[in-house]
């Protein structure tokens, strides 16, 4: 009987256990503040035209591992097309010196408002879909340090970015999610020698040599 009991609650222990709701178990959500990935939506208007283009776009942003006062920083662009949300070629198509010109918004910094890449020159036939560059460099250079937030933004097309061709306006900038990135003063980076390092470094060897040299002149005067 008390073999039967024993079973009996280890059942009953490991039956409680398999009936537990699925958010019961441990399980984080929380994004990567140094990488960011989702959908964002575009509406998309060509030049001279009156239609617009709906386009969806998985973006990854990867946030600079360091960035500096008054170093020009990159911040990583890369984006794939969700399926039947293609961007195509205006009726006259796209000619071979056309680029795609990528955005990021940045806020929180003051004179720091984006970041932009540009991508090798395409050429699209008519209604063929634009190819998007598997990765871009976004540049932009902050004169102040402080911490920015960084969330996708506009993409053109055309032979310059005060040109384009096409204009793609990001619709859903609200539901984005913002990452950050931290701007540090300018010259952290930099390292001042260490005792042990003076031993070997050049200018405290000359100096050194300086001061014996003084010696010896005072050794010989009369």
């Known amino acids: 009987m008390r073999i039967h009991a024993v079973v009996s609650v280890v059942f009953a222990g490991c039956l409680a256990l398999a009936s537990q709701p699925a958010h019961a178990a441990p399980f984080s959500t929380e994004r990567s503040l140094r990488v960011a990935a989702e959908v964002v939506e575009y509406e998309c208007t060509t030049d001279g035209a009156t239609e617009t283009q709906d386009v969806k776009i998985n973006v990854e942003l ?3 591992d360091s960035a500096t006062a008054g170093q020009q920083m990159s911040i990583g662009w890369s984006g794939r097309y969700i399926d039947g949300s293609e961007l195509r070629a205006p009726a006259a198509g796209l000619p071979g ?5 990528a955005y990021a918004a940045l806020t929180g910094i003051e004179g720091l408002t984006s970041a932009t890449g540009v991508s090798e020159p395409v050429s699209v036939a008519a209604g063929r ?30 032979a310059s970015p005060t040109t384009p061709l096409i204009e793609c306006e990001v619709r859903n900038a609200a539901a984005l999610t913002t990452y950050t ?7 952290q980076t930099s ?13 405290p060897t000359r100096t050194v040599t300086a001061t014996v040299t003084g010696r010896r002149f005072g050794r010989r005067r009369p």
Request: aromatic fraction near 2%; hydrophobic fraction near 30%.
């Open 129 to 158: 879909t634009i190819p998007i560059p598997e990765t871009v460099s976004l540049k932009t250079t902050s004169s102040k340090a402080g911490t920015a937030r960084v969330r996708p933004a506009a993409i053109n097309i055309g």
């Open 181 to 187: 990135l931290t701007v540090a003063e300018g010259g």
């Open 62 to 64: 990867t946030m600079p």
């Open 191 to 203: 390292t001042t020698p260490t005792p042990d390092d003076a031993t070997t470094s050049p200018k």
């Open 97 to 101: 010196s056309v680029k795609l010109y």
